[in-house]
Nanobody
Framework: VQLGEAGGGLVQPGGSLRPSCAASGSIFSINAMGWYRQAPGKQRELVAGFTSRGVTNYVDSVKSRFTISRDNAKNTVYLQMNSLKPENTAVYYC?????????WGQGTQVTVSS
């Protein structure tokens, strides 16, 4: 299983980004997939994700600004990030959990700065 992320970058405060994560290999229909982030000097934390039952979870600080979605036919998840703030600056990682195994992407840098 491999996870390929794309769509990070530099954006001004108030701007938007929509990173994507495509899973390849042996992907099962029942899995949990989502986005985590790690800022310098901080622990990695869940930003938004789908549980194996398709329920979405968000960290409180991004609710109403970020939306996670998925295209099951493409094994791809997206993270629509609106109204970005400097404190959203971090490396964003895609994570897939299936059959008791956890897989991580290489991460994509998101920088919010004027």
């Amino acid at each position: 299983v491999q996870l390929g992320e794309a769509g990070g970058g530099l954006v001004q405060p108030g701007g938007s980004l929509r990173p994507s994560c495509a899973a390849s290999g042996s992907i099962f229909s029942i899995n949990a997939m989502g986005w985590y982030r790690q800022a310098p000097g901080k622990q990695r934390e869940l930003v938004a994700g789908f549980t194996s039952r398709g329920v979405t979870n968000y960290v409180d600080s991004v609710k109403s600004r970020f939306t996670i979605s998925r295209d099951n036919a493409k094994n791809t998840v997206y993270l629509q990030m609106n109204s970005l703030k400097p404190e959203n600056t971090a490396v964003y990682y895609c994570r897939l959990r299936q059959l008791g195994y956890v897989y991580w992407g290489q991460g994509t840098q998101v920088t919010v700065s004027s």
